[in-house]
T-cell receptor, first 110, second 114 residues
């Protein structure tokens, strides 16, 4: 079955609005890694977050293991934030193989 | 920051031919991975490689697939023979095996099998 459920599948925001992206997982977790996938396909790592909250500029990642969820918050969105956001579950197997969510396609309009 | 390189960026081949995808991982990393992403679909794990051996592979890692890293050079994914359903973007990743940085991904090789 699907190890990682990512929501929403797509999101359209007005520039300046905030976005909340969610990943729910059904298996044991070592960590969750969040990526931004550029339109050309390359991945940019945003956070590697095993638990708790991490901040980077306008981005915040929160992983709550007990609730089996991890979120990515984007504040004051900009048009350059448009793209696909992926979460990847690092299960507790020791080899760090990732199970990816299907992604959230974010469009920020001016 | 550290980068993973992939060569070539795009490869077009005829069905049945052999193809080798090359990955230059981050220099001090010990774990290497291949992932497959069909256009518009989810990224899926293929295989990981550590200490010269395949440690885990998914059901997508068919018998026609093989990986190696001879003498610390490129980490390669070979497909022989290729099939139409192998058309996808293949991403290489590497990691030190310990947090807090997770995996570093290459830019992908877009493989088109005709």
């Amino acid at each position: 079955g699907q190890q990682v459920q990512q929501s929403p599948a797509s999101l359209v925001l007005q520039e300046g609005e905030n976005a909340e992206l969610q990943c729910n997982f059904s298996t044991s977790l070592n960590s969750m890694q969040w990526f931004y996938q550029r339109p050309g396909g390359s991945l940019v790592s945003l956070f590697y977050n095993p638990s708790g909250t991490k901040h980077s500029g306008r981005l915040t990642s929160t992983t709550v293991i007990k609730e089996r969820r991890s979120s990515l918050h984007i504040s004051s969105s900009q048009t350059t934030d448009s793209g696909t956001y992926l979460c990847a579950l690092d299960p507790n197997t020791g080899y760090q193989n990732f199970y990816f969510g299907k992604g959230t396609s974010l469009t920020v309009i001016p | 920051g550290p980068k993973v390189l992939q060569i070539p960026s795009h490869q077009i081949i005829d069905m049945g031919q052999m193809v080798t995808l090359n990955c230059d991982p981050v220099s001090n990393h010990l774990y290497f991975y291949w992932y497959k992403q069909i256009l518009g679909q989810q990224m899926e794990f293929l295989v990981n490689f550590y200490n010269g051996k395949v440690m885990e592979k998914s059901k997508l890692f068919k018998d026609q697939f093989s990986v190696e890293r001879p003498d610390g050079s490129y980490f390669t994914l070979k497909i022989q023979p290729t099939a139409l359903e192998d058309s996808a973007v293949y991403f290489c990743a590497s990691s030190s095996g310990q947090g807090p940085y997770g995996q570093f991904f290459g830019p992908g090789t877009r493989l088109t099998v005709l």
